[in-house]
């Protein structure tokens, strides 16, 4: 593949004659392989689609040559994005409209980012040939902060995938041994709403609070195989309250929806690691359900546990969620909201 500048005044797309200076910067892609390129394209030239719309630039493929028109520095982005995907297509990886989102996202946030480092680091194979691998910069430094620590906090807002790849780290390092189980728990506090008394016994009151962590294991591994794994107890889910006097051998064990634990549930759950064992703790300190005046156990744990040696922090931004768009901007949108609240009650109900 050959990359060049257009030096001309006007480029042909399609049947029409577009002025550079519409544009501002128009850069042309050239492919050697044609059957890469049209894999690379998709169906209707979908995935070339998708990244003029990600990062606000024009792309026409016209035979072997892509055209790439915008303004600043967007056409770069665009360009590497498009390169880097061909590059991707000629290692086998088949390349969709989310994972070049996806791809187009790792660009914003840097520039010089390798798409194949990311795509290509497989963190575990799912049942249905599903893989998972880290979508954001920060999902790769968690990924890697799970493989080389033994506890690990990931903190940040909802659809980030802390949750995710904690327990897609978790089932591949039950598959290749490394430990001899998976423990998953999290507090059972509800969110802003009561309950009442549920029917059932134990194990059927506390499992809609752990429905989450069911609905990613599913993800990864099929039913059955699940099930077998929880009857035998070698996954277990529990409440945080199930884990007290215990002693997690072994064991690689996560806690969600951590910043719903108070300090002393966090100190008890910390000690429970034994010989062997690793953890995960994930949160959002933007939604804590406790009491009114009850410290969160993960707000006081990252103050102060941070810096100490063998213990990894991640912190997610809205920039690294990987759920539907419209997440990422209701995040912003209530942080907005709260922002314009502080300023009222600093300055007397006016800001």
């Not at 994972?99 to 194979?125: M, N, P, S, W």
């Not at 998972?132 to 910069?137: A, E, G, H, T, V």
């Not at 490394?178 to 509800?190: D, G, H, K, T, W």
């Amino acid at each position: 593949m050959t990359l060049t500048s257009d030096k001309h005044r006007s480029v042909r797309l399609g049947d029409n004659i577009q002025t550079t200076e519409e544009y501002g910067r128009v850069r042309t892609l050239e492919f050697q392989d044609a059957s890469k390129l049209r894999e690379l394209s998709g169906e209707l030239a979908q995935n070339l689609k998708v990244v003029g719309k990600q990062l606000g630039v024009r792309v026409d493929q016209r035979g072997q040559q892509v055209t790439v028109l915008g303004h600043d520095g967007s056409v770069d982005l665009a360009a590497s994005v498009i390169e880097q995907l061909y590059q991707l297509v000629g290692r086998g990886l088949q390349v969709h409209p989310i994972l070049v989102e996806h791809g187009c996202r790792l660009i914003r946030q840097d520039a010089d980012a390798k798409l194949v480092e990311y795509f290509t680091d497989v963190v575990f194979t799912g049942h249905r040939k599903k893989q998972i691998f880290p979508r954001s910069l920060n999902q790769r430094l968690y990924v890697e902060a799970i493989r080389s620590h033994e506890l690990v906090f990931g903190i940040g807002p909802a659809g980030t995938g802390k949750t995710y790849l904690a327990m897609a780290s978790a089932v591949a390092a039950l598959m290749s041994r490394q430990v001899n189980r998976i423990i998953l728990c999290r507090p059972a506090v509800e969110a802003g709403e009561k309950l009442g008394y549920l029917p059932g016994d134990l194990a059927e009151k506390v499992n809609p609070y752990l429905r989450p962590l069911y609905d990613a294991l599913y993800d990864m591994v099929d039913l059955e195989r699940a099930d077998r794994l929880m009857q035998k107890n070698v996954i277990e889910v529990a409440p945080l309250a199930f884990m007290r006097g215990r002693t997690l051998s072994d064991a690689f064990v996560i806690m969600d929806e951590a910043q719903n634990t108070t300090s002393e549930q966090m100190k008890m759950f910390l000690t429970r690691l034994g010989t062997g064992s690793r953890a995960v703790v994930t949160g959002d300190i933007t939604q804590v359900d406790l009491p009114e005046r009850t410290v969160s156990g993960l707000v006081e744990a990252s103050n102060i546990l941070q810096g100490v040696q063998g213990i990894g922090f991640v912190r997610f931004q809205v920039e690294d969620v990987v759920r539907h768009q419209l997440v990422g901007d209701i995040i912003r949108a209530y942080d907005r909201h709260g922002r314009r609240g502080r300023g009222r009650e600093r300055f007397g109900g006016e800001e």
